[in-house]
Structure formats: C-alpha cells, structure tokens
C-alpha cells in the first residue's frame, strides 16, 4: 500500500480544509484507513479512523468538526476538517493497516504528511 497526501495548507481559524489521500495498490477492503498528526517534537497522534468494516471513530478533539470518507471508486481517503483552530496545526499523515476494525492494530504503511497551519 502507498498513500500519497494533498490538501494542507495555511488558514485562518474557522475555517476549513480538506485533505486527500491517494491509495496506490487498492486493498479490496482489507485495510483500516486513518488520519494522524503531528506537531515537532511531541507523538504523532489519531484523529480519524474509517475502518475496513465501515466504523468510524474520531479523537474527542475533532468531533464534530472534522469527517473522514473514502471514495472506494477513486481509491482516495477523505479529511474534511471545519471550524479549524490553532490547535489543529500539525503535519497530517495518511495511514493504514491491514486489520478489520480502528484500534485492533498500528498502523504500518504511512503517507508524507501534508502540512496544516491555523493561525490568523
């Protein structure tokens, strides 16, 4: 699997943003996706899981703001993230794993990262 994002950017807060991720070598629903970030120097943490069985979860963070979708003919992974916040500035990675459900295990194939920044 390799995972190409886009979308990152520099907004103001309140506004919004939405990051793609291209998966090469199409898994037929074998992998859980997820959205990470990361700022410098501290642990990459989860934002967004889409499981291959369809679940969704969310960090407490981002609920409500943010949505993550696939579109299984494109084969690119969707974060759409509203009502951004300087707290959200992070490099955002791409991730997936081949397992059924968010959480059962790490991930292990990353993208780049994309960059977002959120300051006015």
């Known amino acids: 699997v390799q995972l190409v994002e886009s979308g990152g950017g520099s907004v103001q807060p309140g506004g919004s943003l939405t990051l793609s991720c291209v998966i090469s070598r199409p898994t037929a629903g074998q992998h859980t996706m997820g959205w990470t970030r990361q700022v410098a120097g501290k642990e990459r943490d989860g934002v967004a899981c889409l499981g291959a069985d369809d679940s969704i979860s969310y960090a407490d963070s981002v609920k409500g703001r943010f949505t993550i979708s696939k579109d299984n003919v494109k084969n690119i992974l969707y974060l759409q993230m509203n009502d951004l916040r300087p707290e959200d500035s992070a490099m955002y990675y791409c991730?997936?794993?081949?397992?059924?459900?968010?959480?059962?295990?790490?991930?292990?194939?990353w993208g780049q990262g994309t960059q977002v920044t959120v300051s006015s």
């Open positions: 991730a997936a794993v081949r397992a059924r459900q968010c959480g059962t295990l790490p991930y292990n194939y």
